[in-house]
């Protein structure tokens, strides 16, 4: 009844590489200092807050792919519908909150034109989610009476 599409195998592993890539990058913060100051220019007083800022929307990030993770494995099971997929769209949306949130307390302390495009796209990222989470809640709705129904 459900075909497996190349495509998902495809999406499910780079989601994978994004999401070890990410724990790496995540553990190198920390000893990212003499290349923050190089290339960003930024002072030593920056430092800090610019590897907090950095740790924090990188495990933020970390945690979207992990979620991102456990919905694919229920498509590739050929049950996405479910209450777990619910969860984690919202879960998902309150990542891409705190990112954004993140980085508008940045643009506050050292505004760019980046920043706020950042700020925009996980705001809009954060809407997506929670209007896709509403989507599938409904479908589980109609999925559970048709179920009902046969």
């Not at 990410?22 to 190198?28: D, E, F, S």
Request: aromatic share 16%; net charge positive.
């Amino acid at each position: 009844m459900y075909h497996k599409s190349v495509v998902h195998y495809i999406t499910k592993v780079c989601i994978d590489i994004l999401f070890y890539a990410g724990i790496v990058c995540c553990i190198l913060i920390p000893f990212s200092s003499k290349w923050l100051f190089t290339y960003f220019n930024i002072a030593n007083e920056k430092a800090v807050f610019m590897k907090s800022v950095l740790l924090i929307s990188g495990i933020s990030s970390v945690y979207i792919l992990w979620q991102l993770k456990v919905i694919f494995r229920t498509l590739l099971e050929g049950n996405p519908f479910i209450y777990a997929n619910v969860s984690c769209l919202r879960k998902i949306a309150v990542a891409c909150l705190v990112i954004s949130f993140i980085y508008f307390i940045k643009m506050i302390f050292m505004p760019t034109i980046s920043t706020i495009v950042i700020i925009a796209i996980f705001i809009i990222a954060c809407l997506l989610c929670l209007t896709l989470k509403d989507l599938f809640k409904q479908s589980i709705y109609y999925k559970d009476e048709n179920d009902l129904t046969v």
